[in-house]
């Protein structure tokens, strides 16, 4: 029996294509594929997941690592799934199931645009928020870059810069890009190579524009994936990943667009924003959710102006919002 490694780069109806050294290869999964996950894990350990965990639905996703076996010259059947460096999920209604989109994603390509529209910093710190809680990378993207050039934007330019500085700050990757112009495009080529990204920002900031000025010819992929979102009743989110000839992957996912907090449970909020962790564990009590305790050392440090006092804000704002239990 010859079997091939190969990674699932689309997913649709129970059938899966694997891509390996240049060929797609669309697979079946095979039948106790899914049982024999369970079998897996030790008696002991299956109890302890069952208990704390969420259940997770979906044994193969996109952006898996398989193994197949081919069963025609057109046809593979996938009989075993290297273990995720990381998954993206979100949970399905308000069952203890979580449905995951992906898995072993490196990075959060997060696009915002300089102007036309706005950059909206509340909702950026909620994208850091999701890469934070998912354990990917946050690659921040200023695209649009050319429309700051015009005169009568230096006091919006003066703005943006001081508030990207912020996150550089704290320690994110910022890129200023145009593909307008073109600057920035090298540096986050070279950003992506190797690694499974995900793109994700507002509509309008540029994120097809500048997947498409990376490598042209890339335009129906982009915009297929864009296409399906919704289907049936649950929210069906198709992904699919798009290799660069430059060798690294790129999803667009039309779900991670419109994140919500998912993932984030409320007690986790504190480590989601990276700023904060020289102070935590200093507050008076040990319990301390940094609304509006004494002796709270995260607010004592927003005071001293060590930790930027919009960020904290952001953070505020998502703290009462996040129901107590998901
Ligand atoms: N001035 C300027 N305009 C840009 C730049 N990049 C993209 N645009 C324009 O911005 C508009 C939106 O670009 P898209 O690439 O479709 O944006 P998107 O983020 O993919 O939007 P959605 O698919 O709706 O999420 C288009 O009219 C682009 O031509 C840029 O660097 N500078
Ligand atoms: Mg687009
Ligand atoms: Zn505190």
């Known amino acids: 029996m010859v079997f091939i490694e190969g990674v699932v780069i689309r997913h649709s109806k129970g059938l ?24 897996h894990e030790s ?16 044994p193969v996703v996109v952006g898996d690592r398989v193994r197949f076996e081919r069963v025609t010259e057109e046809e593979g059947i996938i009989v075993e799934v290297f273990p995720r460096r990381s998954q993206f999920a979100r949970p399905v209604a308000e069952g203890r199931e979580e449905h995951v989109i992906m898995a072993n994603l490196d990075q959060m390509v997060i696009v915002f645009a300089a102007a036309e529209p706005r950059p909206d910093l509340w909702r950026l ?36 810069h001081q508030a990207f500085h912020v996150l550089e700050r704290i320690g994110y990757r910022v890129l ?85 907090l998912w993932n984030v449970a409320p007690e986790d909020l504190e480590v989601c924003f990276r700023e904060f962790a020289p102070f935590l564990g200093q507050c008076r009590f040990n319990d301390c959710i940094h609304l509006h305790e004494p002796g709270c050392a995260i607010r004592l440090a927003v005071e001293r102006g060590e930790i930027d006092e919009r960020r904290y804000r952001s953070y505020a704002q998502l703290r009462q919002e996040t129901p107590p239990d998901r």
């Not at 095979?30 to 049982?35: A, C, D, E, Q, V």
């Not at 008696?43 to 979906?58: E, G, L, M, P, T």
């Not at 994208?127 to 009568?152: C, G, Q, R, T």
């Open 125 to 160: 710190d909620r994208f850091i928020v999701v890469a934070e809680a998912s354990a990917l990378e946050a690659l921040i993207v200023l695209n649009k870059m050319d429309l700051m050039d015009d005169p009568s934007r230096e006091h919006e330019r003066a703005e943006i």
């Open 16 to 39: 899966y294509d694997v891509q390996t050294d240049g060929q797609v290869v669309p697979c079946r999964l095979r039948g106790n594929l899914k049982k024999e996950f369970v079998r």
């Open 43 to 58: 008696a002991n350990i299956r109890r302890i997941r069952q208990a704390k965990r969420k259940r997770v639905s979906d």
């Open 176 to 260: 200023y890009t145009s593909t307008a112009d073109g600057r920035g495009l090298d540096e986050l080529r070279a950003a992506l190579v190797g690694k499974i990204s995900v793109f994700c920002g507002p509509s309008g900031v540029g994120k097809s524009s500048l997947l498409n000025a990376l490598q042209p010819g890339l335009n129906l992929a982009v915009s297929e994936v864009g296409e399906v979102t919704h289907l049936g009743r649950h929210t069906t989110v198709i992904a699919q990943l798009i290799p660069l000839d430059c060798g690294g992957w790129v999803a667009d996912t039309p779900g991670i667009r419109q994140l919500g």
